[in-house]
């Protein structure tokens, strides 16, 4: 699976916690954990951020005595501006984690360790795509009229 692949690139980092960013990386958190458990004979554990009320990121109460003093690996599904490993890294250092390690599935926006901010860390994306972009008096949509909506399966109504 994914997730023991990804966790493969992993094994000589000595990762103590691996923590996925709210909703769409618990699961995947959880997966390398269980791949890197025990591989340098250290329990590995896993965390994740959620988001609260103000739709910041937080931990739990429990995970952040999980973190302090540990070697960090985040764990991401999709990286397109970096946000929510961004929010979820900077949880972490509030926390006392050492982040040694970034890995992604997919990196779709470019981001690098740097642009993270952990130029340390290790940054391993198993696909790297990038996707042309355009400005609005340069996109070819555009230039044919033809209308888009970010609202998914509401473009008919923008046209009447």
């Known amino acids: ?24 990386s618990n699961i995947l958190a959880s997966y390398i954990a269980g791949a890197l458990d025990g591989v340098n ?21 429990q995970f952040i005595g999980l973190i302090d003093g540990k070697r960090v690996l985040i764990a991401e599904d999709v990286l397109t501006t970096g946000g929510s490993a961004n929010s979820t890294i900077d949880l972490v250092k509030e926390n ?3 982040i040694v390690a970034v890995g992604v ?15 340390e860390a290790k940054l391993v994306a198993l696909l790297n795509i ?5 400005t ?8 044919d009229n033809i209308l888009m909506s970010q609202i998914v399966g509401h473009a008919k109504k923008l046209k009447e």
């Open 130 to 134: 990038e996707f042309e972009t355009w």
């Open 1 to 24: 699976d994914m997730g023991v692949l990804l966790a493969s690139e992993f094994v000589d980092d000595n990762i103590e916690v691996v923590v996925g960013p709210a909703v769409g």
């Open 105 to 119: 599935l997919c990196n779709r926006g470019g981001v690098t360790a740097e642009t993270l901010g952990v130029p």
């Open 136 to 143: 609005k008096e340069e996109c070819p949509l555009c230039k």
């Open 96 to 98: 006392g984690g050492r």
């Open 41 to 61: 004979g250290k329990k590995v554990q896993n965390c994740w951020t959620e988001k609260g009320e103000d739709k910041k990121f937080m931990l739990r109460p």
